[in-house]
């Protein structure tokens, strides 16, 4: 009889531990799984972080580029419109009031 109580108590004793050892093998993996979780967030977090920065700064250059652009076709304009008022100023200055060239 204590040979058998013997027995079914170290069975106890095993199972027992077996399940212990899963619990803890169970904790371990959450708690690796919560730290990946936590380190991907982070990770995420920065990328975005460094996305915007990124879309912030091609907005800006994109608005220069848009800028200069302007400013030179203001400028071309400009030339263009400075160059028809000299042009109207000879062509019509002179005798007769016919442009230049025009027939003669």
Same mark, same amino acid.
């Given at each position: 009889?204590?040979?058998?109580?013997? =027995? !079914?108590?170290?069975?106890?004793?095993?199972?027992?531990? %077996?399940?212990?050892? %899963?619990?803890?093998? #169970? @904790?371990?993996?959450? @708690?690796?799984?919560?730290?990946?979780?936590?380190?991907? #967030?982070?990770?995420? @977090?920065? !990328?975005?972080?460094?996305?915007?920065?990124?879309? $912030? =700064?091609?907005?800006?250059? %994109?608005?220069?580029?848009?800028?200069?652009?302007?400013?030179?076709?203001?400028?071309?304009?400009?030339?263009?419109? /400075? /160059? $028809?008022?000299?042009?109207?100023?000879?062509?019509?200055?002179?005798?007769?009031?016919?442009?230049?060239?025009?027939?003669?």
């Amino acid at each position: 009889m204590q040979y058998n109580q013997m =027995l !079914k108590q170290k069975e106890e004793q095993a199972k027992k531990a %077996q399940a212990e050892q %899963q619990r803890a093998l #169970a @904790a371990q993996r959450a @708690a690796e799984a919560e730290k990946d979780n936590a380190e991907k #967030a982070k990770y995420d @977090a920065i !990328k975005a972080k460094v996305d915007a920065e990124k879309a $912030r =700064l091609a907005n800006a250059e %994109q608005a220069e580029k848009d800028r200069i652009a302007k400013a030179e076709k203001a400028a071309e304009e400009l030339l263009k419109a /400075e /160059e $028809r008022e000299k042009q109207s100023k000879t062509a019509f200055g002179g005798k007769g009031g016919m442009k230049k060239g025009f027939l003669g």
